[in-house]
């Protein structure tokens, strides 16, 4: 449990302070380390933690996943894209966004997840 909160901080805030626009980023295209994966759905910069959703188009099952900020590497709001530390496979097999089930829980599953792709 303490793994968890050690590593919460790096990847539930964004890198740099000033990538917090929340609504801003809606409809960025977001770049995989091995292409383009989707587009921001939304983005948050909440109490607990800070993320984005994708979508991830049509092609993929269960489409929106949650995106801790701490994967955001890099913004160009010239060309409205969020660059990612993840591979586009990385996205995509990460749990389905439910935004019913969105809660604590929900967040310590998915900083499982993200913990396991980051240390791979």
Known sequence: MSNLWDYRPVVWDYRESTWTMDGDLVGYGVAATDGDVGTIDHATTGAAGAY???????????????????????????????ALSLSRSDVRDAPAYEPDRWGEDERRRLGHYFGRVARA
């Open 52 to 82: 984005v959703v994708i979508d991830l188009g049509a092609d993929a099952p269960r489409g929106k996943r949650v995106i801790p900020a701490g994967a955001i590497t890099a913004l160009d709001h010239d060309v409205r894209l969020v």
